[in-house]
């Protein structure tokens, strides 16, 4: 089959374009407001971009607190979602009204960075402490801008868990990072895909 994406018109039951481009890293993203709120949510839209530096990116749907908050403070978290943790990364993924915390909502550890002053996951097996390099709006083939925010950010510090080093190298086996593939599903590294679906507010 093909379509052309501005009919959107593939005839199936839901849009095939983010099961394709899958599986894509979690970047569960931790950040504290300049009033000091914390906030953890989860995005599907977030890789690497180069090891010189070393630059990792995300794409909000939207201006969320996470945007706002890096905006405030130039600051944040990256806490690697395994498969150990899966379903307190879904819970944090809720949709909650400004202020509210949900490290505590997912019932997670939340830890100040070293060297950034935004919490991560004290239950991942690794972290990445950043600081904004860019925000900018993609924009479309008229340059109008879309509703999304990308995030671009410079690792200045690592955290490992010993657990997951095998030979001065990380286990993938161990770690089991999760991975997000089309519709509601996940996998783990591995062969183990499953469904989680999105928590409704209230």
Known sequence: ????????AHGLRHDPFKAIVAPRPIGWIGTKSAGGRQNLSPYSFFNAVSDTPKLVMFSSSGHKDSVTNIEETGVFTCSLASRHLAERMNASSITVPHGVDEFEIAGLTAVTGRLV???????AYAALECRATQILRPVDLDGRESNNWVVFGQVVGIHIGREILTDGMIDMAVARPLGRMGYMDYCDGGSDVFAMTRPKAG
């Open 117 to 123: 002053d935004a919490p991560y996951v004290g239950e």
């Open 1 to 8: 089959m093909f379509y052309e994406t501005a009919e959107n």
